[in-house]
């Protein structure tokens, strides 16, 4: 992996540009010059190599060389669909997510969620997240992340993109099982994290219609962030083993 690697959409062209950040990050801080070369990724499995044709005030004009489309071989998507905590605690999960190869992340507005909304400005500084993860990790897949919505839009949205997919939600209920414990198989996990007031009845009779399963992480109370993160890890560990 080349040590410069910068994201752009707009990859495919055998002329490109880098503006905002990430020509800020190119110009500003890592100084690079015209002539060098980086790595460009577009968070949908394509990776290119770029020359730096030329560096303007607010763009930096690229020359693509080389394409390669990697396609996606997890057996499994991984969707964590989760209550919107804290603005710097859902950075955090995104990160984290990011990192550990969750394809989608849902935030969904319960009942007793207090973050009601992300507006256009969260949406961009969650895409913005994201990017930095997968320049951290070395991934090349970005998860897609949602608009917030309610429980039923959100039920209602998954079932119709993932039909095979089994629904998990995490609970402390004497009938939960244990995540580990579970036979996962190769389908399509929707792991559903409700918020720190927990669910209401009406919220409870909604996932168990959609036959959702109830599943323990652990014997504790954990915040939304920490129980994204280990559904995350479980189920990225079961999915990588089974690649």
Same mark, same amino acid.
Request: with cysteine.
């Given at each position: 992996?080349?040590?410069?690697?910068?994201?752009?959409?707009?990859?495919?062209?055998?002329?490109?540009?880098?503006? $905002?950040? *990430?020509?800020?990050?190119?110009?500003? #801080?890592?100084?690079? =010059?015209?002539? %060098? /070369? &980086?790595?460009?990724?577009?968070?949908?499995?394509?990776?290119?190599?770029?020359?730096?044709?030329?560096?303007?005030?607010?763009?930096?004009?690229?020359?693509?060389?080389?394409?390669?489309?990697?396609?996606?071989?997890?057996?499994?998507?991984?969707?964590?669909?989760?209550?919107?905590?804290?603005?710097?605690?859902?950075?955090?999960?995104?990160?984290?997510?990011?990192?550990?190869?969750?394809?989608?992340?849902?935030?969904?507005?319960?009942?007793?969620?207090?973050?009601?909304?992300?507006?256009?400005? $969260?949406? *961009?500084?969650?895409?913005?997240?994201? #990017?930095?993860?997968? =320049?951290?990790? %070395? /991934? &090349?897949?970005?998860?897609?992340?949602?608009?917030?919505?309610?429980?039923?839009?959100?039920?209602?949205?998954?079932?119709?993109?993932?039909?095979?997919?089994?629904?998990?939600?995490?609970?402390?209920?004497?009938?939960?099982?244990?995540?580990?414990?579970?036979?996962?198989?190769?389908?399509?996990?929707?792991?559903?994290?409700?918020?720190?007031?927990?669910?209401?009845?009406?919220?409870?009779?909604?996932?168990?219609?959609?036959?959702?399963?109830?599943?323990?992480?652990?014997?504790?109370?954990?915040?939304?962030?920490?129980?994204?993160?280990?559904?995350?890890?479980?189920?990225?560990?079961?999915?990588?083993?089974?690649?």
């Amino acid at each position: 992996m080349n040590e410069y690697r910068f994201f752009c959409e707009d990859i495919k062209k055998p002329v490109s540009e880098l503006s $905002g950040a *990430e020509a800020h990050h190119l110009v500003s #801080v890592l100084r690079l =010059k015209a002539g %060098g /070369r &980086i790595e460009l990724f577009d968070g949908m499995g394509t990776l290119a190599t770029a020359m730096i044709r030329e560096i303007g005030k607010r763009k930096v004009t690229l020359e693509i060389e080389n394409l390669q489309k990697a396609e996606p071989i997890n057996l499994m998507r991984i969707i964590i669909a989760v209550s919107i905590p804290k603005a710097e605690r859902f950075d955090w999960l995104i990160s984290k997510c990011t990192e550990l190869g969750v394809d989608r992340i849902v935030p969904v507005l319960f009942e007793r969620t207090v973050k009601r909304s992300a507006g256009s400005e $969260g949406m *961009e500084r969650f895409k913005r997240i994201a #990017v930095s993860a997968c =320049k951290q990790s %070395g /991934r &090349i897949f970005m998860p897609k992340i949602d608009k917030p919505n309610n429980l039923e839009n959100v039920l209602e949205t998954l079932k119709t993109d993932y039909p095979s997919a089994k629904i998990l939600v995490g609970d402390l209920a004497s009938e939960s099982i244990p995540l580990t414990s579970l036979s996962i198989g190769d389908k399509d996990m929707i792991a559903f994290i409700g918020p720190e007031g927990g669910l209401t009845d009406k919220e409870k009779l909604l996932l168990e219609s959609s036959a959702a399963i109830l599943v323990s992480l652990t014997d504790a109370i954990l915040r939304v962030e920490t129980a994204a993160l280990a559904f995350a890890s479980i189920l990225a560990c079961v999915r990588d083993v089974k690649k």
